[in-house]
């Protein structure tokens, strides 16, 4: 799929098969441990109507320095012209974190969405699940 852009660095994917490509920041910044900060990236897409796209964190930023986005997925919609921006937190309570201009610091990942019709009805159908929230489903344990 051809998506348009502007951008000082265009969004590539690492390897083949990825989902996501990488977004780079455009500013040299320390996240102190705690401190979230809205990171500009220069991007700016034209996504076609029925798709949009997803920021999401990168998973080594998040495994080893804690860094994550506050509102992941961040999501862009297909009308939306305006830089992409990425609300970073470090999550670590100790150490703070630098990022350069150039680093990757983020995925874009770019998805068919459906518009739904609400159908407002008195009752839902049943189902397996049911009302089961956060934690109804268990977890396997591990044979020893």
Same mark, same amino acid.
């Given at each position: 799929?051809?998506?348009?852009? +502007?951008? %000082?660095?265009?969004?590539?994917? *690492?390897?083949? /098969? ?7 920041? $455009? !500013? @040299? ?25 997803? +920021?999401? %964190?990168?998973?080594?930023?998040? *495994?080893?320095? /804690? ?7 961040? $999501? !862009? @919609? ?67």
């Amino acid at each position: 799929m051809d998506i348009p852009i +502007v951008a %000082p660095s265009v969004p590539v994917y *690492a390897n083949p /098969g990825d989902a996501g490509a990488d977004l780079v920041s $455009t !500013i @040299d910044l320390v996240l102190e441990p705690g401190q979230r900060q809205l990171v500009p990236t220069g991007v700016r897409i034209a996504l076609p109507d029925g798709c949009a796209a997803f +920021v999401v %964190p990168r998973s080594g930023l998040a *495994a080893k320095h /804690g860094i994550t986005i506050v509102n992941s997925p961040g $999501t !862009i @919609d297909a009308g939306y012209r305006g830089e992409i921006k990425v609300a970073l937190l470090n999550t670590d309570r100790e150490n703070p974190y630098t990022i350069t201009a150039g680093d990757r610091i983020a995925q874009l990942i770019i998805a068919p969405v459906l518009r739904a019709t609400f159908i407002p009805v008195e009752e839902l159908d049943e189902s397996v699940r049911g009302e089961g929230g956060f934690g109804s489903s268990g977890y396997a344990t591990l044979a020893r």
